[in-house]
């Protein structure tokens, strides 16, 4: 093997946080392979299951986009206020799920740290992380967060799922807990623009409507 020999990314006896993991500069495989995953990248069909009507979708779209025209987006803090957050509360007021924001969980020394959004149903786990730009390296992050709670949760779903978010910007992956793989999906969603494909998907993931 050509790498065989290379050096490890993640130093022994250091300590990580998820951000610190955002902050490396290497590829999303080569740090997810000292975690013992693998990654993958496909077209995920997360938008063929049933359909769910949303009886005030119009008035909801309307509110993001005159919030949109009334803040700048010039920082993580505002698209999580302006964007992030109604959308997930929203979801979780349709499905009857669990908010949690900023929610701590410790496995090791190199899986600790704040989860931006961690929605809790009886039927899946959902993971979002919320960046300013970068949604490349944000991915990465996500993908070590789900590593986490796949240690760290008691589900006994065979997918972890999890979203990396500008707000204005969505892109999903998930964990394959048997195989030991993530998948990161190539599409984007965008807001306001997909918000019915968007809230149709979150309300899947979360409800346990898909099977991969």
């Known amino acids: ?13 250091e300590s990580y946080t998820f951000r610190k993991y ?16 693998s990654l993958g990248r496909e077209e995920i069909n997360l938008d063929q299951s049933k ?13 993001l986009v005159q919030n949109l025209k009334i803040v700048d987006l010039n920082s993580e803090a505002a698209r999580r206020e302006v964007l992030i957050a109604p959308i997930l509360l929203e979801l979780c007021n349709i499905v009857q799920a669990k908010l949690n924001i900023e929610y701590p969980i410790y496995v090791s020394d190199l899986l600790k740290g704040n989860l931006d959004y961690l929605v809790l149903s009886q039927s899946n786990v959902l993971v979002v992380e919320a960046k300013n730009a970068d949604l490349s390296r944000g991915f990465t992050q996500l993908a070590v967060e789900l590593i986490a709670v796949d240690s760290w949760t008691d589900s006994s779903a065979e997918i972890l799922y999890g979203a990396v978010t500008t707000g204005d910007i969505w892109r999903f992956g998930y964990l394959q807990r048997q195989e030991r793989k993530i ?3 190539i599409n984007l969603y965008r807001v306001p623009a997909d918000i019915e494909e968007l809230l ?3 309300v899947n993931v979360v409800s346990g409507s898909y099977f991969v």
């Open 183 to 185: 998948v990161q999906d």
């Open 200 to 202: 149709q998907i979150l």
């Open 22 to 37: 955002f902050e490396l500069q290497f590829n999303t495989e080569d740090i997810l392979a000292e975690l013992g995953c």
């Open 1 to 13: 093997m050509f790498f065989m020999n290379r050096p490890p990314i993640l130093k022994p006896g």
């Open 51 to 63: 359909t769910i009507n949303f009886p005030n979708l119009s008035e909801f779209k309307e509110k």
